[in-house]
Structures are given as structure tokens and as C-alpha cells.
């Protein structure tokens, strides 16, 4: 299983991006996956996951990105985005996806809900 996270730059405050996740190994309608982010010196941090289509495959997100950022998933590219509009300084992070194998019924926003992970891209925003 691979993931591939791309999209990531610098931009102005204000600005927006929109993050890919390419998952090879997984058909990705199937699965959870999840955005974490971890700027430096901190922990990594939930973002924003994706249930899987037999659930429902509703967006989730954490309350710092609540109504600017939205999960979305192409399952004829095998690929979830993450579209992140109105761009803070505190959004500047790196940013990866992760797949999670099983389906849990709390929020899985733990990074060990998750079992693969992609190599982050670097998301600059600029004040």
C-alpha cells in the first residue's frame, strides 16, 4: 500500500490549495482516510478524514479548519483531495495522508487509527 500526498506550496494569507492523496494498493472508496498535518516542533495533528462509501463517506474535520477546508474523494482517480480555502499563518504545516486497514466507531482522529501513511507535502503560508 502507498500514498502519495502532493499539492503542497507557499501562499498568502487569504490564499488557497488544494491537497492529493493518490493511493495505490487500496481501492480508496473502501477505506478511511485521514489529512494530518505537523508543524514544527509540535505533534502531528488531525485535520480532516473521509469515511469510507459503506459509511457514509462523510467528511469529518477538526474544529481549527471547521467551514475553510473540505474533504473530497475521485474514486475513478483512487485519489482524496483536501481543498483548503481562506489560508492562515498557523495553517503552515506539512501535511499527510493516511489510510486506515480497519473501521473504528469513534472520530479516528488518532495517527495510530491509521496504518499507512504517505511522505507529507510542505504547506507555507505567509501572513
Known sequence: VQLQASGGGSVQAGGSLRLS??????????YNVAWFRQAPGKDREFVSNIRRAAYGGNGNYADSVKGRFTISRDNAKNT????????????TAVYYCGLADRHLAGPMTR???????????????SS
Open 80 to 91: 482524496v483531495y483536501l481543498q483548503m480555502n481562506s489560508l492562515k499563518f498557523e495553517d
Open 111 to 125: 495517527t495510530y487509527d491509521y496504518d499507512y501513511w504517505g511522505q507529507g507535502t510542505l504547506v507555507t503560508v
Open 21 to 30: 492523496c493518490l493511493v495505490s494498493g487500496r481501492t480508496v472508496s473502501r
